[in-house]
């Protein structure tokens, strides 16, 4: 094998393992104190901060951040005005990748078994056919990608409604009954 086959084989298997976050556009309810929440100001709406709820009301979203320090880590607490928040999202969900790691996986021992059936010779002792070439690198390749997407977890966010000023209380509904 080919020190630029190795690289390729490797790039693609680290470009696979940073699994984006996904992002739902059904809004979620207001998360409860501690949530894992992601914000964005106004001034940057493009930019999310990940931080934990402590509380969110009309006037305030009030949060920590985590910051890792010299002499151990530490949840900075923060406060932002609604006014000045472009979007708030909290995770709804976390999920392993297994199906997907299987399936890149055996692409990339698909690749490795092509390399191995291409240096087959009949004359070695213990050689393995072309063959197996295949099978063993798609097999071995698709088992070790299922292992790996089920170690690389991917969140699921959904947008949190803001609360409005002023808002109006829902009036009570009324029923009549006709007879």
Known sequence: MSLRTLRIGLALAALTGCASARVVPTPAPVPSPGSPIRVATRADPSRLIAARLVSL????LAFERFVPGDRGATWVPARIA???????????????????GA???AGLGLGLG?????GYDEDEWFAPTAGECLASGV????A???LIGLLVKTDVWAPVPLPKHGAIEPAATVTAELR
């Open 139 to 142: 097999v071995t390749g698709a």
């Open 82 to 100: 609604t006014d000045s928040i472009a979007q708030v999202q909290t995770r709804i969900a976390r999920h392993g990748n297994g199906g997907s």
């Open 144 to 146: 070790t990608g299922f």
């Open 114 to 118: 092509i390399i191995c059936a291409g």
């Open 103 to 105: 399936v890149i996986g």
């Open 57 to 60: 009301d009309a006037d305030t």
